[in-house]
């Protein structure tokens, strides 16, 4: 059971291209997010779904589009990638309320 | 404006003592309170979780507390041991409306266990 994939692991994009980051699950879980981690700050959510084909924003949308065409995937995408995107991506997903969130190990991308 | 703290940045604890990490909130629609654990180059890992109905779930080494009239949640860890080192998060849900895969997290506390 591989739980939640996320690929790459690590990126280096120059500012003003674009890139997908992929996450995929396989437990079948309705829930899922994506998060970015910057010092000090925590993790904060960017988009939501809450099933396929269904998504929603979350703190920090802008700059980044997701779409949600099946239960087991949840790409998020960087339209045009700027310094201020460099973080540590995690995707993350749940049953529901109560079950906890899974994360994946995360994507580093550093936008220079 | 932060809606949730966690005030310590950092705690250091002897092997075999207890491990107290804080959080604060300020949304009284938060119904349902996490705990993270994280370590380097990894993905956060779901420790503990309780709902609005209760004051304390116990799992283990691990119990959570929550004083809704405090807007408070902790974590003890007792006894701590070494490889509980690592960065701890709390993450507060709303399951109000539509707001289910929402997540809040605080900034995040660094637990150190001196064996």
């Known amino acids: 059971n591989a739980g939640v994939t996320q690929t790459p692991k690590f990126q280096v994009l120059k500012t003003g291209q674009s890139m997908t980051l992929q996450c995929a699950q396989d437990?079948?879980?309705?829930?899922m997010s994506w998060y970015r981690q910057d010092p000090g700050m925590g993790l904060r959510l960017i988009h939501y779904?809450?099933?396929?084909?269904?998504?929603d924003q979350g703190e920090v949308p802008n700059g980044y589009n997701v779409s949600r065409s099946t239960t087991e995937d949840f790409p998020l995408r960087l339209l045009s990638a700027a310094p201020s995107q460099t973080s540590v991506y995690f995707c993350?997903?749940?049953?529901?309320?109560?079950?906890?969130?899974?994360f994946g190990s995360g994507t580093r991308l550093t936008v220079v | 404006d932060q809606q949730v703290k966690q005030n310590s940045p950092s705690l250091s604890v002897q092997e075999g003592r207890i491990s107290i990490l804080n959080c604060d909130y300020t949304?009284?629609?938060?119904?349902?309170f996490l705990w993270y654990k994280k370590y380097p180059a990894e993905g956060p890992t779901f420790l503990i979780s309780i709902s609005s109905i209760k004051d304390k779930n116990e799992d283990g080494r691990f119990t959570v507390f929550l004083n809704k009239s405090a807007k408070h949640l902790s974590l003890h860890i007792v006894p701590s041991q070494p490889g509980d080192s690592a960065v701890y998060f709390c993450?507060?849900?709303?399951?109000?409306?539509?707001?289910?895969?929402?997540?809040?997290f605080g900034q995040g506390t660094i637990l150190t266990v001196h064996p």
């Open positions: 949304n009284s629609m938060f119904d349902y």
């Open positions: 779904s809450v099933g396929a084909g269904i998504t």
């Open positions: 437990m079948n879980h309705e829930y």
């Open positions: 993350a997903s749940s049953r529901g309320q109560g079950n906890g969130y899974t």
């Open positions: 993450a507060l849900d709303n399951a109000g409306g539509t707001s289910y895969g929402k997540l809040t």
